[in-house]
């Protein structure tokens, strides 16, 4: 056991702290952003392969699931720094 995990969790303090916690919430965002994009990017890409006036569209529908970790950064900074 290490001895300064006890102590946190002996005193009531919170395991996380504001920077760890802002962490773990970009990095989920991001991960389910990159899962959305797996299957967003492969629909696209076989549409566009059929449809070349498709490339805007598919772009577009790419590109909204990254507006999420953006979003997710902007809380954060807001949330730290504010």
Do not use: H, W
């Not at 389910?32 to 549409?47: C, F, K, N, Q, T």
């Not at 498709?54 to 699931?65: A, E, S």
């Amino acid at each position: 056991m290490i001895p300064e995990t006890a102590m946190l969790l002996q005193e009531g303090a919170p395991i996380l702290n504001d920077a760890g916690a802002a962490a773990i919430a970009v990095g989920l965002s991001a991960l389910a952003a990159g899962y959305a994009e797996r299957g967003i990017g492969s629909a696209a890409i076989g549409a566009i392969a059929e449809d070349d006036d498709l490339f805007v569209n598919g772009l577009i529908l790419t590109v909204i699931p990254e507006t999420l970790v953006i979003l997710v950064l902007v809380v954060v900074f807001l949330v730290l720094f504010i």
